[in-house]
Every structure is written in structure tokens, then in C-alpha cells.
């Protein structure tokens, strides 16, 4: 594509998006939150969109678009809706895990009804036994005459029940260790394969993240790459595209505390001393301050997505991006709670929704204080896992 090409390819999609978001995303967002409803008809409009195959190369029915794009729909999606811009975000990591199977015809079919808009994917990779460590399974297969025998529970699993394919990992029939892990990918139908529970989160409550319980015999044609390639798999596409997703989720939720707040303090006026909210100094270095953490954070996203599409990532810069969208969606959090007030704290504003949707990032695996510890070691030359 020339770059005049690329751009109106850019342009038009994101016209598309933000019509989706305008009909469908912004209107259905403080009903899914109140209801704890899976925001289906958001994805359905996705997947007519061709978003849900956007990063799938177009040989498979893809759409081929760059990550830029990738980061700007999620930013864009959890402004709106941040249950949504989840839901699509771990869908999208499952993609890159599937495109590692794109040679089998099995997982290409699979590949082929997502760029349709017809399958959802997810990641049910958290077990108890490892926690927010969900790159390192305890469960294991095993050969059997039946199959790959695999018994375990997945803990949160974003889409439980919603979604018509499951990405699975566990550590590999020969794996001595957790990094030795392979990806499955099953259909949520698959004998054997049953949610465990109900998703009561404080936020994000549309994402239906609740527990699978896995019993049941795997074939290998499910297998996605090579027996024991998981790690590999999890290093080179499940990280940075997760830590691409949920910064982008984190920032997205900020940049929606930023414009209710800007709104919020424009609007309040106190007739006791006819003066706004807005008139405050403290009140302007407070929104000041929520600006300038947004924009940083954004800015951090925007060179790492740029340095992932010209291939000169490192390690380091790949654990760092989230932390930072998660610590900024955490401070802007609570200066949004400090310059809108009562009207914040009570419940079905979107402000509260906000607020509490905030948190997650703070427990999703690797999480931030994990990904401070793996950052740490790397300085220090001290041996990771990673
Ligand atoms: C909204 C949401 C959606 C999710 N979606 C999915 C999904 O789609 N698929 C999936 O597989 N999982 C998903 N998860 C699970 C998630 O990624 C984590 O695996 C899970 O939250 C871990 O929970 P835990 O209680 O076992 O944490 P624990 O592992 O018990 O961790 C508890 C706390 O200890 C801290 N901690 C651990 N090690 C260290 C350390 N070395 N230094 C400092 N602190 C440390 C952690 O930061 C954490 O805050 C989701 C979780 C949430 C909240």
C-alpha cells in the first residue's frame, strides 16, 4: 500500500469505528455496566466491521492493519466502554496466539470465520495455581489413548461463555517446568469444557471474566505451533500485544475520566458565591495535572506501538508501557474522584463506572508490581523467567 493509501485505509476505519461506538458502543455502555450484561451486540457491530479480524493478515480474510490501528481502536473502544474494550482486547491476544497455527486447517478456519466476524476468541490461561503468573501453568497434558487428556480450572476468563473459541495453555506432555507450555485452541462447545461461576467484578462488570472448568481430551490438531513452543509464543506475541490492549484499556478509561471531569468543573457553579468550579486555581492544576499524565501516557504508547511496528522493541520498554498506563489510570482516578466530588462517588455516573473500572489493570497479570520486579532483575542482571 503507498502511504496515501494506507492513510485513507487508516481514516476509513476509524469513521467506521466511530460510528459503531456512536450507535451502538456509548448508548449500550451504562446498561451493560448496571445489568453486568456481555456487551454482544458491541461485538457483533465489531466483527461486521471487520475489527475483530483487524490484525489478521488479509491471505487469511484479514483485515492486515497496523498496530497503530490496533491501539487506537482499544483507546477509542474503552473511552465509550471499557467492558467492551476489554472483551476485544483479549480476543486479540488470543488472534496472535492463533496466528502461530496459520499453516493448520483446523486454526486457519478458525482464523478465516474471525475475519468473517464470526467467531469471538479469548484467553483462559490463569490458574490458581500460578495466579497473575498466567504465562507459567501448573496443569499439565498427558497422552492418553483418548487423546491429550487435560483436567484443570482456569480462574477469570474474560468472555466465559460468550466466546466460540478458547485459547488454552498448559505445560507440554514432556515439560519439566512451566516454560515448557503449549496453546490449544478449543471451541467453547468442546465436550468437556463448562463455566465454573459467574463474573462479580467491581468493574469492567460486562466482561463476564469467570472461571472455566477443563476436563475433557484435547486432539493435536488443536495444538497451536509446535508441542512445548508456548513460551516462545507468549514472549514474542502474547506480551507485547496483551501489554499493547490493556494499556490501551487503562489509557482509554483516563482520557474518559479527563473530558467528564473538564465537563464536570465547566458546568458546576456555586450560586452562594457565583463563582464555577472551573474559576479554582487548584481545580485547574488538578485538571491540568490529569492532562498532562494522560498525554504522557498516551505519548509512551504511541512510541513503543511505533517502535513494535519497526521491529526495535526490547524487553524492557515491552513491561514498562502498562505499567505506566496502569499507575496513570489509578492517579488520574483519583484526582477525577477529588474535582467532580459527591457526583463521582454515586453510583450509575459514569464517573463511578469509571473509577472503578480503573482497577483492574492493577491485578491483571503480569501485573504492574510483577512487571516493576521483572524490570528490576533485567537492570540489575539478575535471571528472569521471561
Ligand atoms: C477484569 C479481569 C479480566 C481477566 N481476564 C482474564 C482472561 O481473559 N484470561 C485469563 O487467563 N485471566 C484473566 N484474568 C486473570 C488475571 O490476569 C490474573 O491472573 C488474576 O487476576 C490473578 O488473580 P490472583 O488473585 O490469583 O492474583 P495473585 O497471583 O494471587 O496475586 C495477588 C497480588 O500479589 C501481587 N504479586 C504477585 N507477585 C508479586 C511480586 N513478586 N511482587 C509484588 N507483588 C506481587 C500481584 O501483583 C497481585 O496484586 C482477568 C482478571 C481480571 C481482574
Not at 471474566?209 to 513460551?231: C, H, R, V, W
Not at 496513570?328 to 473500572?357: F, W
Request: with cysteine; glycine share 8%.
Amino acid at each position: 500500500m503507498s502511504t496515501i493509501q494506507e492513510k485513507n485505509f487508516t481514516q476509513d476505519l476509524l469513521t467506521k469505528l466511530d460510528d459503531i461506538i456512536v450507535d451502538f458502543v456509548a448508548p449500550n455502555a451504562a446498561r451493560i455496566d448496571r445489568e453486568r450484561e456481555f456487551p454482544r451486540e458491541n461485538i457483533t457491530e465489531l466483527g461486521r466491521g471487520g475489527f475483530l479480524g483487524l490484525i489478521i493478515p488479509q491471505q487469511l480474510g484479514g483485515l492486515e492493519a497496523p498496530l497503530s490501528l490496533y491501539k487506537e481502536t482499544v483507546i477509542r473502544l474503552a473511552q465509550a466502554c471499557a467492558s467492551t474494550a476489554l472483551v476485544y482486547v483479549q480476543h486479540m491476544s488470543a488472534v496472535s496466539i492463533l496466528l502461530y497455527g496459520k499453516e493448520n486447517d483446523y486454526i486457519k478456519n478458525i482464523l478465516s470465520n474471525i475475519g468473517k466476524g464470526q467467531c469471538l476468541t479469548t484467553i483462559a490461561l490463569s490458574e490458581a495455581g500460578s495466579g497473575c503468573y498466567f504465562f507459567l501453568p501448573v496443569s499439565q497434558v498427558k497422552e492418553t489413548d483418548k487423546g491429550l487428556r487435560l483436567k484443570t480450572n482456569k480462574i477469570m476468563v474474560t468472555s466465559a461463555g460468550e466466546a466460540d473459541v478458547y485459547v488454552i495453555n498448559s505445560k507440554a506432555t514432556f515439560a519439566k517446568n512451566s516454560m515448557q507450555s503449549n496453546f490449544f485452541a478449543v471451541a467453547s462447545e468442546y465436550n468437556g469444557i463448562e463455566v465454573g461461576g459467574k463474573w462479580e467484578g467491581m468493574g469492567l462488570r460486562g466482561n463476564q471474566s469467570a472461571p472455566l472448568n477443563i476436563d475433557t481430551y484435547l486432539n493435536k490438531q488443536m495444538l497451536i505451533g509446535e508441542e512445548g513452543e508456548g513460551f516462545k509464543i507468549t514472549r514474542e506475541a502474547l506480551l507485547p500485544m496483551g501489554q499493547i490492549g490493556i494499556s490501551a484499556v487503562n489509557i482509554g478509561i483516563a482520557k474518559a475520566i479527563y473530558n467528564e471531569s473538564v465537563n464536570y468543573v465547566k458546568k458546576r457553579f456555586y450560586t452562594h458565591i457565583n463563582t464555577n468550579l472551573s474559576d479554582f486555581q487548584s481545580i485547574q492544576q488538578m485538571i491540568g495535572e490529569i492532562k498532562v499524565l494522560c498525554d504522557q501516557a498516551e505519548t509512551a504508547l504511541n512510541v513503543f506501538v511505533q517502535r513494535m511496528e519497526n521491529k526495535e522493541v526490547d524487553m524492557v520498554s515491552t513491561l514498562e508501557v502498562k505499567v505506566m498506563a496502569c499507575q496513570t489510570v489509578l492517579q488520574v482516578a483519583e484526582l477525577g474522584l477529588k474535582v467532580c466530588g459527591g457526583h463521582a462517588y454515586s453510583a450509575n455516573t459514569p464517573m463511578e463506572r469509571y473509577i472503578r473500572d480503573s482497577m483492574a489493570g492493577t491485578v491483571m497479570g503480569p501485573t504492574p508490581d510483577v512487571l516493576k520486579e521483572l524490570i528490576g532483575k533485567i537492570v540489575l542482571d539478575v535471571p528472569t523467567q521471561l
